[in-house]
């Protein structure tokens, strides 16, 4: 499966935004997504997760509350709503593909596409 993340931007405090993760390949459904994000000079952190079904997901505690996970397996989609967007939430959004909602560290995910640039200003 190959994944692609889009729909960042910069906005100010307190808008929201809605990023797409958009899948190639048959197997997509059969995997849990992940979104990940990374800040200058920050390790890769998690995010937010989804099974594959969609039934399950998972969120870290900064954003819980906040943004929320979806997909549409018909569509080769993943969406991540974040609202209440926050200047500590800029960063470069990745989206990837793993085995286990349990997961969460970013080695334990994979096919990770291009990220998406969220700029957040006070």
């Known amino acids: 499966v190959q994944l692609q993340a889009f729909g960042g931007g910069l906005v100010q405090a307190g808008s929201s935004l809605r990023l797409s993760c958009a899948a190639s390949?048959?197997?997509?459904?059969?995997?849990?997504i992940g979104w990940f994000r990374q800040a200058p000079g920050k390790e890769r952190e998690f995010v937010a997760a989804?099974?594959?079904?969609?039934?399950?997901?998972r969120y870290a505690d900064s954003v819980k509350g906040r943004f929320a996970v979806s997909r549409d397996n018909a569509k080769n989609n993943v969406y991540l709503q974040m609202v209440s967007l926050k200047p500590e939430d800029t960063a470069v959004y990745y989206c990837?593909?793993?085995?286990?909602?349990?997961?969460?560290?970013?080695?334990?995910?994979?096919?990770w596409g291009q990220g998406t640039q969220v700029t957040v200003s006070s």
């Open positions: 990837g593909s793993g085995l286990s909602i349990r997961t969460t560290m970013p080695h334990q995910y994979g096919y």
């Open positions: 390949g048959r197997s997509f459904s059969n995997y849990v």
């Open positions: 989804i099974s594959s079904s969609g039934g399950t997901t």
